[in-house]
Structure formats: structure tokens, C-alpha cells
């Protein structure tokens, strides 16, 4: 599985799923664990791609541990 990349104050990371509907489902679940945790991505989907870019917009637009716990639960997601 490809890492999360840190680049432009944000951990980055594209997901490619068989079709649509496999990728929206992930979202879905992604939006879950999001809002439970009250910190919210910033994404970009196009049919199975699915683009998530994460930095904590209160602590300046920068990668904080909000991040990495995020990024941690969205790749338990997929195991």
C-alpha cells in the first residue's frame, strides 16, 4: 500500500478502487471517522480515485497529530 506523502503542509495520499461505487463507499466511510473525530479532509474524487489531502486548518493549514491519526484510521479502513 503507498504511503501518505508529505508535501505542501498537507499529508497526501490517492487511493484507485475497482469502480465508482467502491471508491464513494470509502468516502462514505471516510466521512464517518471524520466527523467522529471532528477533523475533516479535503478530497477529490473522480470515478475510482479518490485524492485526500489532510492539515489542520486551525493550527495554521499545517500537518499536526490530527492528521496522522486520521491518516492512520482511513488506511485501517482498507486492511
Known amino acids: 500500500m503507498m504511503e501518505w ?5 498537507c499529508l497526501q495520499k490517492t487511493f484507485v478502487f475497482k469502480d465508482f461505487v467502491e471508491a464513494f463507499g470509502f468516502m462514505a466511510r471516510v466521512a464517518l ?18 485524492e485526500i489531502r489532510l492539515s489542520t486548518h486551525d493550527a495554521g493549514n499545517i500537518i499536526t497529530d490530527k492528521d496522522r491519526e486520521l491518516a492512520k484510521a482511513i488506511d485501517a479502513l482498507l486492511m
Open 5 to 9: 506523502k508529505e508535501e505542501n503542509n
Open 33 to 50: 471517522i471524520a466527523e467522529k473525530m471532528n477533523h475533516h479532509p479535503n478530497w477529490y474524487n473522480v470515478y475510482n480515485r479518490v
